[in-house]
């Protein structure tokens, strides 16, 4: 006797409230960048923006970073502070210089415990301050001091 044919699915997800560079934004959604060189981290840190509703745009060094920060206007930069091009210490140079991406508040995420860090990323302009591993309901919490919902 014959063996009934199998069903087949694919399973198909996208991260929830992510975009891509240059996809189209959903109206009304803050838009957060992300820029750490980690795919990983910035698939991550999609993800648990997108449980809260924000759409993300990810750049993986500072200079790309940049040019996105000025491209897109995005409510929220979270930034790793090593990274090629500069790293965040750059970055955040990049974006208090220029007008337009001056106001905009920047997350520093970083795994590196030197103590004068904290005061390093302050001083160039950085709002807050995360260490890596990240925990979610810490980074909402970051989050929420300046995208309220």
Do not use: C
Not at 26 to 47: E, H, M, N
Not at 92 to 97: I, V
Not at 132 to 149: G, S, T
């Amino acid at each position: 006797m014959a063996e009934p044919p199998r069903k087949s699915f694919q399973l198909k997800y996208q991260l929830a409230g992510t975009t891509g560079p240059g996809a189209p934004e959903s109206p009304g959604q803050p838009v957060v960048l992300v820029v750490d060189d980690d795919s990983d981290i910035t698939r991550y840190l999609s993800a648990v923006l997108g449980t809260r509703g924000l759409s993300t745009i990810s750049a993986y060094d500072a200079i790309q970073g940049f040019m996105v920060a000025q491209r897109q206007s995005p409510k929220l930069v979270v930034v790793d502070w090593h990274m090629p091009a500069g790293g965040g210490p750059q970055l955040l140079r990049k974006l208090r210089d220029n007008p337009k991406t001056a106001p905009i508040p920047v997350i520093v995420v970083t795994a590196d415990s030197a103590p004068n860090l904290r005061d390093e990323a302050t001083a160039l302009g950085a709002r807050l301050f995360l260490h890596k591993p990240l925990d979610p309901d810490r980074v909402i919490e970051a989050i929420r001091q300046f995208l309220p919902e």
